[in-house]
């Protein structure tokens, strides 16, 4: 295989990135944007040893699983990378991934797999589900503002104001800003000068509540109080001496157009004068309106600021919460600890059956977030702690220890909800300690998970169920939850007896029999 060849290949697989995998003369190429089931001519840009990877020339056969991308960019955009394979297919692909992951890292047989794991739990409409977008801008070879999408690795903003994942407001919102910005000649941030102003516009919307926020990401450190004119239902742009500060030339006009929307509910800018790749910056001020907009999951509400982390995907993080509520099997009385906790998502739906909760979040942004949402949906039986659950929940075990020398602290039930590279091994000893009946486990990706479960099922727990729920139509990403079960409390109610006894019990009652 020479590199810039050009080969035809029956795409036979798919990668975890969503590329697709065929060979030829036994040699594996990955192609881009190639779905499975195609016959593709590509030319090859790469050689490895074992494999290399090669660029989609032109699809000689299109596999049955192909669809029309909804959006023209789909192949340029890093956003979506399998929204030329059908949704079906996507699914299929999905949990076979996490399946795939589980049998090949964690050791689990497919056939163990296939009894545990019910099927992939896919969404009604697989777009239009993503509740926030961040649309960079900057200038085009005329000199215009442009807002949209980075092209593949680059910083090069290809105008698009209608990505086909986000809610169809933000098209409103965009041009109106753009229109804006070249009628009032408001500038865009230039990353290479660092000069211009507009550098990111964040747009949020409350899937339940309807309610809209904008926030305006600046390249300036404050507002300028010179000569500015009054917004209405202005709360922070008022210096002491009744001036009113300018974050953007003539904001007034454009608030007061952004307000004819229905559903506007909080206009904010966040300065940002640091040259990073950091989009928000540190802090935000209200121009118009609230500082946050409300949304719910399940029946629980959540103030949703600028800075705060939310879920982007409202309706199906209330399936796959659901699914760990229901896998928790709570009846009151227990005692969880929701670990990775965030703004508490999951330990507010969990509080509302459980004894009490205990979140452990690194952020601490998050977690006074977590502790205003408890407060504000009246539920108490949270408590938050920041930190690291590595050591957050180690040092509450020693320290019980110490205190209690003839127990140890005993959770009935903990979750976890880590990052991508999964569980501290500090952390997963000490939940073993711990002794939980259930561990609920939600994972964004299965290859730790796959990690994480061997551990846990070499110390006494064993699978019982797991589901795979997909948040993400179109991308390649996917989240997993799974319930793992005490084998020791098991066997404790059931037989009291490990299974070695028991076998030789019934041979030696068959050997008498005989
Ligand atoms: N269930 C949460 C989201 C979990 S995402 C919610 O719905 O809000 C994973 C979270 O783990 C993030 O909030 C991240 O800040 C946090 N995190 C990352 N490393 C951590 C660590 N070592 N200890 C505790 N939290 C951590």
Redesign the pocket.
């Known amino acids: 295989m020479q590199k810039n060849e050009l080969v035809t290949v029956a795409i036979q697989d798919m990668g975890v990135n969503g590329e697709g995998i065929g060979r030829v003369n036994g040699y594996t190429l990955f192609i881009k944007d190639a779905v499975i089931g195609d016959v593709v001519e590509a030319k090859v840009t790469k050689v490895k040893k074992n494999y290399g990877y090669a660029r989609l020339m032109n699809i000689v056969t299109p596999s049955k699983h192909r669809v029309e991308p909804v959006c023209k960019f789909a192949r340029k955009c890093g956003g979506c990378q399998i929204q030329e394979l059908s949704y079906e297919k996507q699914l299929e692909f999905k949990q076979n991934k996490v399946l795939g992951n589980l049998e090949r890292i964690g050791g689990f047989s497919p056939e163990f797999l296939k009894a545990v794991f019910g099927g992939v739990i896919g969404m009604e409409k697989p777009f239009g589900y993503r509740n926030k977008a961040q649309f960079p801008f900057g200038t085009d070879k005329e000199g215009q503002p442009v807002t949209g999408f980075y092209a593949g690795r680059t910083h090069d903003i290809i105008a698009n104001t209608d990505c086909a994942l986000g809610v169809p407001v933000n098209r409103e919102i965009l041009e109106l800003v753009l229109a804006f910005m070249k009628k009032y000649h408001v500038s865009s941030y230039d990353e290479k000068t660092g000069e211009g102003l507009i550098r990111h516009v964040l747009i949020r919307y409350g899937f339940t509540t309807k309610e809209i926020m904008v926030c305006f990401v600046v390249n300036r450190e404050k507002a300028d109080f010179t000569n500015g004119k009054p917004v209405s239902n202005t709360k922070s742009a008022v210096n002491e001496s009744g001036s009113y500060g300018v974050w953007i030339p003539h904001q007034e006009i454009l608030v007061e157009r952004l307000v004819q929307i229905p559903g506007m509910t909080s206009i904010t800018v966040s300065p940002n004068p640091r040259q990073t790749n950091v989009i928000m910056g540190e802090r935000y001020e209200v121009l118009w309106g609230q500082p946050f907009i409300t949304d719910y999951i399940g029946a629980v509400k959540y103030q949703i600021s600028p800075l705060s ?1 939310y ?1 982007v995907n409202p309706v199906q993080t209330e399936k796959l919460y659901g699914l760990a509520l229901e896998y928790a099997d709570l009846k009151g009385q227990e005692t969880v600890w929701d670990l ?7 330990s507010l739906f969990l509080a509302q059956k459980a004894g009490m909760v205990y979140g ?4 601490p942004q ?1 977690v006074e977030d977590a502790r205003q949402n408890a407060e504000i949906n009246g539920i108490e039986n949270v408590e938050f702690y920041v930190g ?3 050591e957050v929940l180690p040092d509450y075990y020693k320290k019980y220890e110490k205190e209690h020398p003839e127990e140890y602290a005993h959770a009935d039930v903990i979750v976890v ?3 991508r590279k999964g569980c501290d091994t500090e952390l997963l000893k000490t939940m073993v300690d711990m002794q939980p009946e259930r561990i609920v486990y939600v994972s964004c990706d299965s290859a730790t998970l796959a990690r994480d479960l061997k551990y846990l099922c070499g110390e006494g727990y064993e699978i019982k169920k797991g589901r795979v729920v997909d948040q993400f139509g179109m991308s390649v990403h996917v989240e997993t939850v799974c319930l793992l079960s005490n084998r020791k409390a098991d066997s404790h109610i059931k037989l009291s007896l490990d299974m070695d006894e028991y076998y030789d019990i019934m041979d030696k009652e068959k050997a008498e029999k005989k």
């Open positions: 982390f879920q990775y906790c965030g703004i508490g998502t999951i452990v979040e690194i952020v998050a690291k659950a590595e909800d880590p990052p």
